[in-house]
Each structure stands twice: as C-alpha cells, then as structure tokens.
C-alpha cells in the first residue's frame, strides 16, 4: 500500500495528538463511550465530537497517577529504562486547563473541578458527659 493513501483514522489521531503514551484499550473505551468509530477517517468525525474524546483522554491523564509503566534494568553498570512517564504538577495544570478548555466551550457538565479542601480545627480534648453506650458518666468533683 502506497504511504501516501494511507487513512489516517481517528484513533491514529488521538493517538498522535496526546503526548504521553497511553493505554489503546483506554482510547477504545473513550471513543465508545462517545460514539465514535475508531477506524473512521478523521477528516469525515465531527470536530466537536474529536474535540470532547481528545479531552476525555486528557481528564483520564489528569485523573490516573502521576509515573505509570515505567520499567528498568540494570545489570554491572548497565541500566536500561523504558515505556511510561512521569508526569509533574505542571503538567497536571496545563492538561487540565486544555481539557477544562475544550469543556467549558462545548460541554460545560465534565469540567474538572478545582480540589477540594477542608481545614480542621481543634477545640481541645472535651469532657464526656455520656458513654459510647448512651450512659452518664461519674466526674470527679475537686
């Protein structure tokens, strides 16, 4: 088959637009769950449509861990690494900002939201005044 008719489908395209290496089963899944063919030519999908699955690729990034499939040998000196990556809080920030992007102009409902957070405070150790099993409790008097 000649290079230049080769079609480029629309998984080769989300593929080759994300750039960390992910699983193909994750893209599948993406895809399917948005309706998509992955074997259709790219240039006859819907660009919202190619949009939204690109950025659910980027929240499934955002959301996984941080280094995935990293392997490595070593052997006298010798060490190899290969596959995976490790991914930094800023790149963290900038996958979602994309994401929340592409989101908040064509699907408002699956933007990523900010972390939330909660403070604890505390008031000291409190006398009882009832047990666990809903009986007073004697106190000292001094």
Partial sequence: MDKGNKIH???DALFSKVRFSIPEDTVRTILIE???DGNMAYVDA???DVRLAYADILKWLVL???KMNNTSDSDNGWSHTEGGFE???RDRAELKAEANAIYAELEPGS???KKSSFRITSHGVKRADISAFGCPLPHIIK
Avoid: F, I, Q
Wanted: aromatic share 0%; charged share 20%; glycine share 6%.
């Fill in 46 to 48: 819907n660009p919202a």
């Fill in 34 to 36: 948005r309706a998509l």
């Fill in 9 to 11: 489908t629309l998984e």
């Fill in 111 to 113: 933007m990523l939201k």
């Fill in 64 to 66: 996984g861990p941080s």
């Fill in 87 to 89: 991914m930094s809080e």
